[in-house]
DNA sequence: CATCAGGGCCCTG
DNA sequence: CAGGGCCCTGAT
């Protein structure tokens, strides 16, 4: 599909904002519906059933930040429309976010102050609806990285769509509708395995009106997460990563899989991964240190790993993530 | 070549 | 509440 109509939107972060450390985050598997370097970030976007085309440049400093947005779409949109893509973007990307609070309790924190200061302005963010992540997450269940990048990949193929615009051609995310009548053979023909039925279920709940994301955001934490569990295939970890990618929960951590509990291990006790910190111990630290901003400090931490990382192996870690 | 565990979760006993 | 099974794949 060729998206030839563009419209440009000017957004305004509130301060401050560190836009690569925000929209680059090195520790996602690489899909194609996204790329980035420095000062850009395209993707694309399936919203109120149009897929876009989207276009993120710094054209700002993180004390005075400033996007320019460009949307390409196949037909002209109207006004209307932008205006609720501006505010969906707003959320997902938590533009709005203020960030004092934190950096005032963690300014003279010992491991977290210098971290604070080196992504100021970095805040989390996850692009896409809670059904797009409900199938990332179930893809990663039990995969190595390369595993799930190629059945997230075949998933596109499949069902998704290719979008062409500023001389990109990129993967779109399908709608929930699209599976209607799908067959878990067919499913599984794309080499996804026993995921297959997890993905169908959780179709299923969203064009059976099982879950609403836009009223979930409104759900107290505990309706929030039983929402989630309810779900067929989606358990602990993955509603861990939910809670605080989709609905922005800073201080839920009650979750630590084998492969985080060897990363935290040596993160915060230097233990290698044959004598990890039993989980227990590692929630306590998080809790006495961390709260109430439990997930959004030890995203910081993880973020600072993964962007030394990109800029030279860490010999420790790499041995703990099978590409 | 065969075996194994992986960025979990469900189901059973 | 512990433990087996699950799809497929690269590592060993």
Not at 76 to 99: C, K, T
Not at 181 to 188: D, I, K, M, W, Y
Not at 191 to 209: E, H
Not at 252 to 268: A, C, G, L, V
């Given at each position: 599909?060729?998206?030839?109509?563009?419209?440009?939107?000017?957004?305004?972060?509130?301060?401050?904002?560190?836009?690569?450390?925000?929209?680059?985050?090195?520790?996602?598997?690489?899909?194609?519906?996204?790329?980035?370097?420095?000062?850009?970030?395209?993707?694309?976007?399936?919203?109120?059933?149009?897929?876009?085309?989207?276009?993120?440049?710094?054209?700002?400093?993180?004390e005075?930040?400033?996007?320019?947005?460009?949307?390409?779409?196949?037909?002209?949109?109207?006004?209307?429309?932008?205006?609720?893509?501006?505010?969906?973007?707003?959320?997902?990307?938590?533009?709005?976010?203020?960030?004092?609070?934190?950096?005032?309790?963690?300014?003279?924190?010992?491991?977290?102050?210098?971290?604070?200061?080196?992504?100021?302005?970095?805040?989390?963010?996850?692009?896409?609806?809670?059904?797009?992540?409900?199938?990332?997450?179930?893809?990663?269940?039990?995969?190595?990285?390369?595993?799930?990048?190629?059945?997230?990949?075949?998933?596109?193929?499949?069902f998704?769509?290719?979008?062409?615009?500023?001389?990109?051609?990129?993967?779109?995310?399908?709608?929930?509708?699209?599976?209607?009548?799908?067959?878990?053979?067919?499913?599984?023909?794309?080499?996804?395995?026993?995921?297959?039925?997890?993905?169908?279920?959780?179709?299923?709940?969203?064009?059976d009106?099982?879950?609403?994301?836009?009223?979930?955001?409104?759900?107290?934490?505990?309706?929030q997460?039983?929402?989630?569990?309810?779900?067929?295939?989606?358990?602990?970890?993955?509603?861990?990563?939910?809670?605080?990618?989709?609905?922005?929960r800073?201080?839920d951590?009650?979750?630590?899989?084998?492969?985080?509990?060897?990363?935290?291990?040596?993160?915060?006790?230097?233990?290698?991964?044959?004598?990890?910190?039993?989980?227990?111990?590692?929630?306590?630290?998080?809790?006495?240190?961390?709260?109430?901003?439990?997930?959004?400090?030890?995203?910081?931490?993880?973020?600072?790993?993964?962007?030394?990382?990109?800029?030279?192996?860490?010999?420790?870690?790499?041995?703990?993530?099978?590409?």
């Amino acid at each position: 599909m060729i998206l030839a109509n563009q419209r440009t939107i000017r957004l305004h972060p509130r301060a401050p904002f560190h836009f690569d450390s925000s929209l680059h985050k090195p520790d996602h598997f690489p899909s194609s519906d996204n790329r980035w370097t420095s000062g850009i970030r395209w993707q694309t976007m399936l919203w109120k059933s149009i897929p876009l085309g989207l276009k993120f440049e710094d054209t700002g400093t993180v004390e005075e930040p400033a996007i320019q947005l460009s949307v390409w779409s196949e037909k002209a949109l109207d006004d209307g429309y932008l205006a609720s893509l501006r505010d969906e973007i707003e959320w997902r990307y938590n533009l709005s976010m203020d960030l004092s609070e934190f950096y005032d309790h963690f300014g003279d924190h010992p491991q977290l102050a210098p971290i604070v200061r080196r992504w100021r302005g970095l805040r989390p963010i996850h692009p896409g609806s809670l059904y797009e992540y409900l199938i990332i997450a179930i893809v990663l269940q039990n995969a190595t990285v390369r595993r799930s990048v190629n059945m997230l990949q075949a998933m596109f193929e499949a069902f998704g769509s290719s979008l062409e615009f500023d001389g990109q051609s990129m993967s779109c995310f399908w709608e929930p509708e699209k599976l209607r009548g799908v067959s878990e053979e067919a499913l599984r023909a794309l080499k996804i395995g026993y995921r297959a039925k997890s993905i169908l279920r959780v179709t299923q709940a969203f064009f059976d009106g099982e879950l609403d994301e836009f009223a979930l955001r409104y759900s107290d934490l505990d309706e929030q997460r039983t929402s989630l569990l309810r779900l067929y295939g989606i358990g602990p970890a993955s509603v861990g990563y939910i809670l605080f990618d989709v609905f922005h929960r800073w201080d839920d951590f009650r979750h630590i899989s084998p492969w985080e509990q060897k990363i935290y291990s040596k993160m915060f006790f230097d233990q290698d991964p044959d004598d990890v910190v039993p989980v227990p111990e590692l929630l306590a630290l998080f809790e006495k240190d961390f709260s109430p901003w439990r997930s959004l400090a030890v995203h910081y931490l993880w973020e600072d790993l993964w962007w030394r990382r990109a800029h030279e192996p860490v010999e420790w870690l790499e041995q703990l993530i099978r590409l």
